[in-house]
């Protein structure tokens, strides 16, 4: 039932029946989610929803195209300033606002492609680390962006609505994620998509086969900068305040952790990932709360560790992981998913 | 029949009494009221957090002595390790879910302002956050009350007492590169300007620097002989030391954020000595009643906190909110806590004289001025020497 | 005001020379960023910090066993988590090692609190020599300078002359082979590990006497230190050592001169400008790998 037939079968979006049917679900169930849910769980998936966008971005730079980048915090960074600068200086609307932070956005991943035409692996690392923290630095400087104050975000008015609850906000970012998502998927079917892999794979061999590093490289840089600055547009929002501090080397990090964590190479461990990273950030910090860890956890603290550090314990929770994901399956949530399935698939055998 | 019309009248106002009474007011019944605080319990900026888990005790101690009216205080303390997307989840889940009254304190300003358009929008009381940034007062808004004294009006006092009273000709400003340390810098620009002069050197230090060389050198050629710090605990030790290595010896004054002196003695190796700070509430060793009773309470409930400065902020910055809400009474609506709020004048606790007003929402506007001196103690047999603040002057503001 | 910025460029460049050796060592055979490098060297100054205050051991006491602590927490790190990996790919061991940051991370932070702690080394910052004019240099830098280049000139002597040494190198340029040759690859990293968690834990030690002891103590200089490497050529030790010392010196001369407000950032953008000319660093050979 996988095997495709001919070249339309592969590229088309959909693969099934059942496929169009869950999907349809899905989409069901998130426009009805803002009805039952309460305003806190709804800020939760704002969130989400935002992280997943980046994800997908960063996973089509590192997981499609495998280039490496710790510097993605940058790119929010510039598609939440600008957004607010936009609308704030030049008097823009949100709606042509965001999409233009996403092209300023794009723009600066374009420049940071073309280094990355010579580099890889730690050094393209370090370059795009030193992005990130310029990109910060340079931020905090600038009084247009309120420099080290930080920028108070507008208020929201899409079509002449006024946006103020997180309903509203969802009803926003909600459908800007589904149709991100809808177009990335969309993209890596297509010419440019396998081009992406195909440089992934070997990029010697790529050029020999008639691929242009230099076009396809910057190109994955630009798109994955524009995701990345779309969320960041949206993030500034849900925030309501956005200051240089926001968006530091551990952010990048994070994207990372969720693209990894998620599964390279695939929309839905980007979306996997993303959910799974930003639940624990915002969970684990109840650690203490549990009913019956935190009486063990305080107990602990008590004999051997210290009290006041006890929400230390996040951390090495949120660690470990991470570690037992990589060390089990190396292709993150995504391979969890795909063996489940065909467990499922070929059972009894 | 008149008799029964007015008792049925009666009856039922006193059932509509009843119902708004008690029931309107979120977080708050005859015998509890909820109060939340978020605090960086992890990550960079933990060594803050010591003002939330101050602040626990403090409801701790008015708890034992049968809470205030009636009501005992229960209290939820959230890490956000410093992130504002988590310090604004923390917030709504503490208002919508644990369904709290007010919030108290809250450490830092990015995380305070992601938080406040929704604390506004939702009327939440809320007071004492532990900076001195003046976007909490300035403008001021209804349920919002600042505490901590604003860093520009303490960076001008210290310079002004730098230019007064040691007789210094050329300041130096060294600051952490944001809002803290702007605010700082902006105070003593203000300072001088006023009396035509300018800094003899302005050096930015970023949060994750750890080397120092050439921000000494900078100050060190301008032949500054006062600067005044606005930083980190961490960065003010590295600069004390590569001055001392430097052969740089100007008078040094710091932040009331640096004002731990046992504690900057002690990682400064020493150097700390001669050090002029500025103090937004009584000396660690401070005789004063409320500050032995406090100390008393932190060796009662948790013997194994360290006395600190920031600890004992915490008991501090919510002083004026159980005040506020012991003259509100029973009827803790917002509304009602926000006149009592406003009946404060000059209160003081263990810090300044705290005053708020209908259009003032900065609570504490003084400062003193105190030096570290060395001092002698004896710990299991060896002696050993720790560092202790003098004070200078009395609480003073700017005009 | 220029020798003086040089020399304290030069002594702070010694300590990113060391964190950079260390991350070397690691990638130099397993091709490994190792982003739990910076706290497994801070855990290791902890307990160095626990032997000094809390039980009152002696220097030299205190900093062998803080030493051998490093040792056997590199060694155990690799052998309980990083060999455990299945098919591993580069990103997947980073995100290991990152797994691994916050869990030592989190256990310093819970057992030590965040309070920062004053960490007494027996050398001081304080006692200085003059170099002529006004430049001075103080012990501690001398002796952070002496110990990078004497681990530099060890670590050189032991991968080029020792077969053990030999046998690291050989894992990283193939470990099938190097199996099929004798060699116990799965030994040969927990060796490797243990080593470079050694050398962080000195540089962990120097660092902490004149900044002060916290938690975060080394998230800074572990960036320092992977950008010295990067700079240096990333397998090459000689090149992690002069890169540490490059851009200590960048560092400073640009704080000193143009704006101390960029200086942090200053040295990612004399990186990337080296690298677009050398795509692999000043000191490693460049090698493109076969279709």
């Given at each position: 039932m996988d095997m495709k037939r001919d070249y339309y079968e592969d590229i088309r979006?959909?693969?099934s029946g059942p496929q169009v049917f869950w999907l349809a679900v899905l989409l069901a169930a998130l426009a009805a989610f803002p009805l039952v849910a309460d305003s806190y769980q709804i800020y939760t998936v704002n969130l989400i929803a935002i992280h997943v966008i980046v994800a997908l971005g960063l996973n089509l730079l590192v997981?499609?195209?495998?280039q490496i980048s710790l510097g993605h915090a940058g790119f929010f960074a510039i598609g939440a300033y600008a957004t607010l600068a936009l609308m704030l200086?030049?008097?823009?609307?949100f709606i042509v606002a965001l999409p233009l932070a996403g092209f300023i956005s794009a723009a600066f991943g374009f420049l940071l492609g073309l280094p990355a035409l010579r580099l890889e692996g730690p050094y393209l690392a370090i370059a795009t680390l030193g992005f990130g923290l310029t990109i910060t630095q340079i931020l905090g400087r600038l009084d247009v962006f309120g420099g080290h104050m930080g920028l108070q975000a507008p208020p929201l008015e899409l079509f002449g609505l006024k946006v103020t609850s997180d309903a509203g906000r969802y009803a926003v970012i909600m459908p800007i994620c589904v149709i991100m998502t809808w177009g990335l998927r969309n993209l890596t079917k297509t010419r440019v998509g396998r081009a992406f892999v195909a440089v992934r794979d070997s990029d010697i061999a790529a050029e020999c086969i008639g691929v242009n590093l230099t076009y396809y490289k910057t190109l994955a840089f630009a798109v994955s900068a524009f995701f990345t600055g779309i969320g960041g547009g949206l993030m500034a929002f849900v925030l309501g305040f956005i200051s240089?501090?926001?968006?530091?080397?551990m952010v990048s990090i994070m994207f990372l952790a969720m693209v990894v964590v998620g599964g390279l190479g695939s929309i839905l461990g980007s979306v996997m990932g993303a959910v799974l990273i930003t639940w624990l950030q915002l969970?684990?910090?109840?650690?203490?709360?549990?009913?019956?860890v935190g009486p063990v956890l305080t107990e602990l603290s008590n004999q051997v560790f210290t009290l006041s550090g006890l929400p230390n314990v996040q951390y090495v929770v949120f660690g470990l992981i991470m570690v037992l994901i990589i060390i089990f399956e190396p292709l993150g949530l995504y391979g969890f998913w795909i063996r489940t399935k065909i467990y499922w698939r070929t059972w009894p055998f | 029949m008149k008799k029964i019309l007015w008792l049925m009248v009666l009856v039922f106002s006193l059932a509509l009494a009843g119902a708004s009474g008690a029931?309107?007011?979120?977080?708050?019944t005859d015998t509890t009221i909820k109060i939340g605080q978020w605090g960086p319990?992890?990550?960079?900026?933990?060594?803050?957090g010591a003002v939330a888990r101050g602040t626990g005790v403090y409801f701790d101690l008015i708890n034992s002595e049968g809470g205030i009216n009636g009501r005992k205080i229960k209290y939820f303390l959230r890490d956000d390790g410093y992130n504002p997307n988590r310090t604004k989840a923390i917030a709504k889940e503490l208002y919508?879910?644990?369904?709290?009254w007010g919030f108290a304190c809250g450490v830092g300003t990015s995380p305070g302002m992601a938080v406040m358009p929704y604390i506004i929008k939702n009327n939440i009381p809320w007071v004492g956050?532990?900076?001195?940034?003046?976007?909490?007062a300035y403008p001021p808004k209804k349920s919002i009350f600042a505490v901590y004294p604003l860093y520009p009006d303490e960076a001008q006092i210290l310079t002004a007492y730098a230019l007064?009273?040691?007789?210094?000709k050329k300041i130096a400003f060294f600051y952490q590169n944001d809002d803290y340390g702007k605010g700082g810098l902006a105070g003593a620009v203000r300072e001088l300007k006023k009396r035509g002069m300018t800094l003899a050197a302005d050096v930015p230090v970023e949060v994750?620097?750890?080397?120092l060389a050439s921000h000494v050198l900078k100050m060190k050629k301008a032949g500054a002989d006062c600067v005044i710090m606005w930083v980190y605990p961490k960065h003010a030790a590295i600069v004390l030391g590569t001055s001392a290595k430097l052969g740089y010896k100007p008078q040094w004054m710091a932040c009331s954020t640096l004002s731990d002196v046992a504690l900057m003695f002690k990682i400064t190796k020493g150097l700390w000595n001669g050090m002029i700070f500025g103090n937004f509430?009584?000396?660690?060793?401070?005789?004063?009643p409320l500050m032995v009773k406090y100390r008393n309470a932190q060796k009662k409930f948790?013997?194994?906190?360290?006395?600190g400065v920031f600890f004992y902020a915490g008991f501090g910055f919510v002083e004026p909110m159980v005040e506020g809400i012991k003259r509100a009474g029973?009827?803790?609506s917002v509304d009602n806590f926000v006149k009592a709020m406003q009946s404060l004048k000059n209160f003081q606790g263990i810090m300044g004289p705290i005053t708020y007003g209908p259009e003032r929402r900065q609570g504490l506007k003084k400062v003193f001025l105190a030096k570290c001196v060395p001092a002698t103690a004896e710990v299991n047999g060896k002696k050993i020497t720790y560092g202790k603040g003098q004070r200078l002057s009395d609480w003073m503001g700017v005009e | 005001m220029l020798g003086q910025l040089i020399t304290s460029g030069i002594a702070i460049g010694a300590t990113y020379a060391l964190m950079a050796l260390a991350m070397v060592i690691i990638y130099k055979t397993s091709e490994v960023l190792n982003f739990a490098q910076g706290d497994m060297a801070m855990l290791s100054a902890f307990v160095a910090y626990m032997c000094l205050s809390?039980?009152?051991?002696?220097f030299a006491m205190s900093f062998t066993l803080a030493l051998a602590f490093a040792f056997a927490l590199g060694a155990f790190l690799e052998f309980a988590f990083l060999r455990r990996?299945?098919?591993?790919?580069v990103l997947g061991l980073i995100i290991i090692t990152l797994g691994l940051e916050m869990m030592l991370y989190g256990l310093a932070s819970w057992r030590w609190g965040s309070d920062q702690k004053d960490f007494p080394f027996p050398?001081?910052?304080?006692d200085v020599y003059q170099l002529g004019g006004d430049v001075v240099i103080s012990q501690l830098n001398l002796v952070t300078l002496g110990v990078a280049c004497a681990l530099m000139i060890l670590l050189f002597v032991f991968f080029r002359y020792t077969k053990v040494g030999v046998a690291m190198k050989a894992t990283q340029q193939n470990q099938q082979a190097a199996r099929l040759m004798g060699i116990r690859v799965g030994r040969i990293m927990m060796l490797t590990w243990g080593m470079s968690s050694v050398v962080g834990a000195c540089a962990a030690f120097l660092i902490a006497s004149t900044d002060t002891l916290d938690p975060n103590l080394m998230w800074t200089p572990q960036l320092k230190g992977f950008s010295a490497a990067v700079l240096g050529g990333m397998t090459s030790l000689v090149g992690a050592v002069l890169g540490g010392f490059i851009l200590g010196v960048v560092e400073n001369l640009f704080g000193g001169y143009v704006s101390v407000e960029f200086k942090a950032v200053v040295a990612f953008a004399v990186i990337v400008l080296i690298l677009c000319v050398k795509p692999s660093g000043l000191f490693a050979k460049h090698y493109v790998r076969k279709v």
């Open positions: 979006l959909l693969d997981g499609y195209t495998g200086n030049a008097h823009l609307p240089p501090h926001t968006f530091n080397v969970e684990l910090a109840r650690i203490g709360e549990l009913p019956l | 029931a309107e007011v979120q977080g708050v319990q992890t990550g960079p900026a933990a060594l803050w919508e879910q644990e369904k709290i956050m532990a900076t001195g940034s003046p976007h909490w007064d009273t040691l007789g210094k994750g620097e750890t080397d509430a009584e000396l660690p060793d401070s005789k004063a948790a013997p194994k906190e360290r006395w029973k009827d803790l | 809390t039980y009152g051991l002696g990996a299945k098919e591993p790919n050398v001081s910052d304080f």
